[in-house]
């Protein structure tokens, strides 16, 4: 008998033992997989129905926004944002600030509104990406694209034409590019000039 009631005790410390070891080994295994990871995640791509927006009468009064990835996925946690002509903070303009899916309402001042989503991977790291409105007067352009995401290194689905329909003005226009990479900076070398329409 005395040798039965040594027996369980012991065995119960040393299996109390192996599980505290197991918890403190997961413990640590988000933290290494994080600090494996080379680069932040990749800014979101940002669709809308509508870039030119007007408070007239018979005119478009607010845009759809998606964000998604660039393989088409909806991101796991998104924010949104919106910066007014003036510089100021206007996330009320938004109809939602945490879906992946929004609407924005023009606000009272006419020009660019920039509205931007950020999307956060597991490791709590950031990308933003930017997408420009324009509310008032119809600056006479439509600006479309077949192909919204696209892969890095070129090849033939690293790359877009973005092709310009000037809706006002007579031709011969003077059309001019700017092309803005995910960290804020003019990157121009990413288009090709050759057309001046469709870079």
Avoid: K
């Amino acid at each position: 008998m005395g040798r039965t009631r040594l027996r369980h005790p012991r065995g119960a410390v040393l299996c109390l033992c192996a599980l505290v070891a197991t918890v403190a080994l997961c413990a640590g295994c988000g933290d290494a997989f994080c600090q494996s990871l080379s680069s932040p995640p990749e800014p979101p791509l940002i669709t809308t129905d509508h870039i030119q927006l007007s408070r007239l009468p018979g005119g478009v009064g607010s845009a759809s926004l998606r964000a998604m990835t660039r393989l088409g996925v909806t991101p796991p946690e998104v924010r949104w944002s919106v910066i007014d002509p003036h510089g100021a903070a206007a996330d009320e303009l938004l109809a939602a600030r945490l879906e992946p899916t929004t609407r924005f309402t023009p606000g009272p001042l006419d020009g660019p509104y920039q509205v931007r989503c950020t999307v956060a991977d597991g490791c709590g790291r950031e990308a933003t990406a930017r997408r420009v409105l324009h509310v008032g007067r119809d600056v006479g352009l439509g600006i479309t694209t077949p192909r919204f995401g696209i892969l890095a290194g070129g090849g033939p689905r690293g790359r877009a034409t973005v092709r310009v329909n000037p809706r006002l003005g007579s031709p011969p226009l003077d059309v001019r590019w700017t092309c803005i990479a995910p960290d804020g900076n003019i990157d121009n070398g990413r288009l090709d000039p050759t057309d001046p329409l469709a870079p």
